[in-house]
């Protein structure tokens, strides 16, 4: 206990303290053996009550302030642009090499009167570092009586020395740092300060070493794009939306998230535009429903799956139905996604994009591919013209309808129209009959028109298994 403080306090408190052990240890061991008097109650009493007050105050004086630093210094607080640099900053002993005094510790107050003074904050493994600087030192400014260039670096001079027996640049440099940086705390190198009639001018990138650049600094400009602002605060173990920091989610151009199922939602999909951005969703969609919402119906009954496990892409080609109905199905295969843009990517695009993703996330690939398929042609039986009343359906949305995919039926083959007709030319059918080959066949006859089967070259969208790379 005498060892624990050497203040006045301390020393007081050392003796009642003592006072108090003599007291105890006058009394026999047992102490039930010994009645204490009143008195001497309350005289041990008081010795510990007091003891006890010298002893938190002793503390108090000696304990950093919970607003303080290491060993109860200030804690320093960093300096941004147009910040007036406090006294601590020039007074503080920086270890320091190759400086004109060839000290081993200065302070910053010897350079208080420079027009500027340039910070430049680096490390022996930092390439763009190394090249910014060796320019610099060829300039005029680095000779300039007017300017003060510093490096500062963490590195210890051991590093610092082997590096200049390298490059023999020999810059005055702050080693070991630990109080430049605290001012200005910095997450990429290189890193320049600027001083200037006591306040921080800029903070910069390498370039504001170029000498037009440094001719504009002594003049107290800079070029806007130079400034620097690292962020302290990202962390690479969050994902992006869960940072903190603003600027991380401003730069977020677009986005896409794939889903699985998601118990408790129905399957729908949605589109919708803000002044700056667009945003798809689906929820709960086999990966083929998906691909028709996602896709121009040109495409629906274009697409190929060359995989060999369908029961997983499509409900409607899988096989147990029965005992697996739609629902529970889509608790197992049921597939979503998210995809947000700004307006400059079309709608087409994005849609193109979020699709690739998420077939690429489940597993498939997919490709716009030139091939040889089945096709069913509509063409003239002679050079019979076609007519009917203006309100009947073209031969162009007839095509529309034929090939009209719809989600719970197999695909439906690719019907196409003979150069020969006019896909404005009209006939008088009923759209609803159309899957009825039958009618088909005997409508377009009325009006000297068939249909054959053929294999012709078409683009098609083919779907595989994802290969390895």
Same mark, same amino acid.
């Given at each position: 206990?005498?060892?624990?403080? +050497? ?28 009645? /204490?008097?009143?008195?001497? &109650?309350?005289?041990? +009493?008081?010795?510990?009550?007091? %003891? $006890? ?10 304990? *950093? #302030?919970?607003?303080? @630093?290491?060993? @109860? ?22 270890? =320091? ?21 340039? &910070?430049?904050?680096?490390? $022996?493994?930092? @390439? ?12 005029? %400014?680095?000779?300039? =009586? ?22 023999? &640049?020999?810059? *005055? ?7 430049? #940086? %605290? ?27 170029? *000498? ?34 603003? #600027? ?12 699985? *199922?998601?118990?408790?939602?129905? %399957?729908? @999909? ?10 798809? /969703? ?43 109905? /739609? ?5 197992? /295969? ?64 007839? &095509? ?25 030319? +009209? ?7 159309? +899957? ?34």
């Amino acid at each position: 206990m005498n060892n624990f403080i +050497r203040t006045g306090r301390g020393i007081a408190c050392s003796k009642l303290v003592a006072q108090y052990v003599n007291l105890v240890n006058t009394q026999p061991r047992c102490i039930e053996s010994k009645v /204490y008097s009143l008195k001497e &109650l309350l005289t041990i +009493r008081t010795l510990l009550v007091i %003891a $006890t007050v010298f002893y938190m105050f002793s503390l108090s004086a000696q304990t *950093p #302030r919970k607003d303080s @630093g290491a060993k @109860g210094l200030k804690i320093i607080e960093p300096l941004k642009i147009g910040d007036t640099v406090p006294d601590e900053f020039w007074t503080a002993s920086l270890n =320091a090499m190759y400086n004109s005094s060839n000290k081993n510790a200065i302070t910053l107050k010897e350079l208080k009167n420079r027009k500027l003074i340039i &910070l430049d904050f680096w490390a $022996t493994w930092c @390439g763009a570092c190394i090249g910014s600087i060796q320019k610099y030192v060829k300039t005029d %400014a680095y000779t300039d =009586a007017d300017i003060a260039f510093l490096g500062v670096t963490y590195q210890d001079k051991e590093e610092v020395t082997k590096f200049n027996e390298r490059f023999k &640049l020999n810059f *005055p440099t702050i080693i070991g740092d630990t109080v430049l #940086r %605290a001012y200005f705390p910095y997450r990429i190198i290189p890193h320049i300060v600027v001083i200037q009639h006591g306040k921080v001018l800029t903070v910069a990138h390498s370039e504001i070493l170029l *000498p037009e650049n440094v001719q504009k600094l002594k003049e107290g400009k800079y070029q806007e794009y130079l400034a620097k602002s690292d962020i302290l605060d990202f962390d690479k173990t969050k994902v992006i939306l869960d940072q903190k920091n603003s #600027r991380i989610k401003d730069a977020i151009k677009s986005r896409t998230v794939i889903m699985g *199922p998601i118990s408790g939602l129905s %399957a729908f @999909g949605s589109y919708k535009k803000t002044d700056s951005t667009q945003r798809l /969703y689906l929820t709960n969609h086999s990966l083929l429903f998906a691909m028709y919402k996602l896709l121009d119906v040109y495409w629906h009954n274009r697409i190929f799956l060359k995989i060999s496990n369908e029961d997983q892409f499509d409900y409607f080609g899988f096989e147990d139905q029965q005992k697996f109905p /739609y629902t529970v199905w889509l608790t197992k /295969y049921g597939a979503g996604l998210e995809s947000i843009a700004p307006l400059n990517i079309p709608k087409k695009e994005l849609k193109w994009n979020a699709l690739i993703a998420l077939l690429n996330t489940n597993g498939y690939d997919l490709s716009v591919v030139e091939k040889e398929v089945e096709t069913k042609l509509i063409y003239p039986k002679g050079n019979k013209k076609l007519h009917a009343p203006a309100d009947n359906v073209t031969i162009e949305e007839l &095509l529309k309808s034929l090939n009209y995919q719809q989600k719970d039926m197999g695909r439906v083959p690719i019907y196409l129209s003979s150069d020969l007709i006019d896909k404005q030319d +009209r006939i008088s059918i009923d759209l609803h009959k159309i +899957r009825d080959e039958e009618y088909l066949q005997n409508i377009l006859s009325e009006y000297g028109l068939k249909i054959k089967n053929q294999r012709t070259k078409q683009s098609i969208i083919e779907v595989t298994e994802r290969r390895s790379l």
